[in-house]
């Protein structure tokens, strides 16, 4: 048998919930990194980093997960999430104008109600954080929504 999982804390960040969330469909899918990677064409040291939060996965990763682990669109919404987290917490989001402070704030609202699910003793993510999550996209509005954020031209 393989080595033991490291601890997760999905509560940490959305980051850390998304590896959380990756590992809990990887787990229930009955596969191991080293069987999921070449269908989701990754390395299995990639899928492990993600799933500690040690790497961001990228949009074409979450969605070939998605469909292999048929979560019907849970990591890819997810991977929103993660990208707006990022740029929120980057040096340039925090002078940037109110775009990104509208971001910064829908993750701090995140952050609460993934921190609301955690226990000290609970390691994967909780039945119905998904449905709370999606709720919580549907009702945060346009301006405050991750999705629209545009890639910044270089």
Same mark, same amino acid.
């Given at each position: 048998?393989?080595?033991? @999982?490291?601890?997760?804390?999905?509560? =940490?960040?959305?980051? *850390?919930?998304?590896? +959380?969330?990756?590992? %809990?469909?990887?787990? #229930?899918?009955?596969?191991?990194?080293?069987?999921?990677?070449?269908?989701?064409?990754?390395?299995?040291?990639?899928?492990?980093?993600?799933?500690?939060?040690?790497?961001?996965?990228?949009?074409?990763?979450?969605?070939?997960?998605?469909?292999?682990?048929?979560?019907?669109?849970?990591?890819?919404?997810?991977?929103? @999430?993660?990208?707006?987290?990022?740029? =929120?917490?980057?040096? *340039?989001?925090?002078? +940037?104008?109110?775009? %990104?402070?509208?971001? #910064?704030?829908?993750?701090?609202?995140?952050?609460?109600?993934?921190?609301?699910?955690?226990?000290?003793?609970?390691?994967?993510?909780?039945?119905?954080?998904?449905?709370?999550?999606?709720?919580?996209?549907?009702?945060?509005?346009?301006?405050?929504?991750?999705?629209?954020?545009?890639?910044r031209r270089r």
């Amino acid at each position: 048998m393989g080595r033991a @999982l490291s601890p997760l804390t999905p509560h =940490a960040s959305v980051a *850390h919930f998304f590896g +959380a969330e990756l590992r %809990h469909r990887r787990l #229930a899918a009955g596969l191991s990194t080293r069987h999921l990677a070449p269908r989701v064409l990754a390395s299995p040291g990639l899928l492990d980093k993600v799933e500690r939060a040690q790497r961001f996965p990228s949009v074409d990763l979450a969605a070939r997960c998605d469909a292999e682990l048929h979560a019907d669109g849970a990591l890819t919404r997810l991977h929103g @999430l993660v990208v707006a987290q990022r740029e =929120a917490t980057r040096p *340039h989001a925090r002078r +940037a104008g109110s775009a %990104h402070s509208e971001v #910064a704030r829908f993750v701090e609202v995140l952050q609460a109600a993934l921190a609301d699910f955690a226990t000290p003793v609970q390691r994967e993510p909780s039945d119905g954080l998904m449905e709370r999550i999606d709720l919580l996209l549907a009702t945060a509005g346009p301006d405050s929504s991750p999705s629209p954020l545009k890639r910044r031209r270089r």
